[in-house]
């Protein structure tokens, strides 16, 4: 391949960003400055949510007047729900998540106002009503009774109340809480230069998001959480997982949930959400993922130098939780609405089109023959 071409924009620097950076000096994801794991410890995700949005944590009041919002939000349209009843029972919920904010797009009173208060506002609703959405469709595809949103309840325990019927332990809901602020945020990735590329025409926040769900939705970004937790059904006990990563690895077979483009020793993630995983492992009396876990950890670093990415950790998490594995990418989605929102703000803010250039290699100039002499 010609030198010049850079597949995949592979170490290209295309803009500057004020939102989030890894940095290796404290061996971290920051957002806004501040430690992905600090946050973890001191703050709920709606803080996070907050603080990724509006460049700085709350204060108690700001928090009130956010999380009112986001629950006065909640609710979907009469004819939003009409449309989810009837959409086909085995489609991906990722299909479904990326159709219902496209919805919600037709129906937003503001959808071609791009002003920064507009956005703003704009993306405060896709963030209160995707999970409502999701959580119709969980139940409705199992023939379940809908359960409609919960305003006296946080952003995580109202996502089990929808999907459950019930709010599980503290313990689990933090554990779930952890797990969206890791996965609120993460720079330049596929979904997000997507998100920000769709932007960069003009369009809008609805469109934008629309199609970084489309792009999340691939086992090499976020669907990977899903294909781990597939892995791991597949090697059923941690007696077989030995053997069942050497051969793996012996036949070049890429392992879901290890290697990062950007982190190439360790995801600063991991430790967090693996201890996490631990304490849900813990309640739910089930050992047996961590131990699949550990030995293919184990195995990949010994063998090949790849660490695991936070997508590792996650899948049995959620499985561990209760989830149907369908789901756990459109978990990712309705934490990651919040990264995608601030870098369509910030793309507005200062926009240029993005454009990159191709090297053409096909056919060299021809000559167009009429048709009765091709
Ligand atoms: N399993 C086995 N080998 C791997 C893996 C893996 N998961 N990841 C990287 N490698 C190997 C590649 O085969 C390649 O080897 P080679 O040089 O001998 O050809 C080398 O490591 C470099 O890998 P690339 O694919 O070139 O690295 P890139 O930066 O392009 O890809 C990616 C990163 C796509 C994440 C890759 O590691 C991968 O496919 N991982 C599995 C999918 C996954 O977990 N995705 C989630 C990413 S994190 C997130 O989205 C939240």
């Keep these: 391949m010609n030198e010049d071409v850079k597949k995949g924009l592979l170490g290209i620097v295309v803009d500057e960003t004020e939102i989030s950076k890894v940095m290796p000096e404290i061996n971290s994801l920051t957002y806004r400055g501040y430690a992905a794991q600090d946050l973890c410890v001191a703050c709920r995700f709606e803080e996070v949510a907050y603080l990724i949005l509006n460049k700085d944590l709350p204060n108690s009041i700001q928090l009130k007047k956010f999380e009112k919002e986001e629950r006065d939000n909640r609710e979907l349209t009469k004819n939003l729900y009409e449309i989810i009843k009837h959409l ?3 489609s991906h919920p990722m299909d479904l998540a990326r159709t219902a904010v496209s919805v919600m797009g037709l129906e937003d009173k ?33 023939g379940q009774k809908l359960i409609k949103p919960n305003n006296n309840l ?13 709010v599980p ?9 952890v797990s969206l602020i890791l996965y609120a945020e993460h720079s330049f990735n596929v979904s997000t230069f997507t998100a920000r590329t769709i932007t960069s025409s003009l369009s809008d926040i609805h469109g934008a998001i629309t199609g970084a769900i489309a792009s999340l939705k691939g086992p090499l970004h976020g669907g990977a959480n899903e294909e781990v937790m597939r892995m791991m059904k597949k090697i059923k006990k941690p007696e077989n997982a030995l053997k069942w990563i050497k051969n793996a690895i012996a036949k070049k077979q890429v392992v879901m949930g290890f290697g990062h483009r950007v982190y190439k ?9 693996r201890e996490y ?39 049995p998490t959620y499985h561990l939780m209760g989830f149907d594995t369908d789901f756990f990418t459109p978990i990712f989605v309705i934490s990651r609405i919040i990264g995608w929102s601030a870098h369509i703000m910030e793309q507005h803010a200062a926009n240029k089109l993005i454009r990159p ?18």
């Design 265 to 273: 020793s360790g995801d600063s993630r991991v430790p967090t959400m």
């Design 169 to 177: 332990q503290k313990e689990i809901v933090k554990a779930f809480d």
């Design 357 to 374: 250039l191709a090297k053409y290699k096909g056919n060299k100039y021809r000559q167009v023959m009429d048709l009765n002499q091709r």
């Design 154 to 166: 946080s952003f995580s325990e109202n996502f089990f109340y929808m999907c459950f019927g019930k």
């Design 88 to 90: 086909p029972k085995k």
């Design 110 to 142: 503001e959808t071609s106002n791009s002003s920064p208060e507009a956005n703003l506002r704009k993306a405060i609703r896709i963030f209160s009503k995707t999970p409502t959405a999701l959580a119709a469709f969980y139940r409705i595809r199992k």
């Design 277 to 315: 995983f631990g304490k849900v492992a813990k309640i739910k009396k089930n050992k047996s993922y961590e131990k699949i876990y550990d030995i293919i950890e184990k195995t990949m670093i010994k063998e090949k130098n790849i660490y695991p990415n936070v997508d590792f950790p996650t899948g």
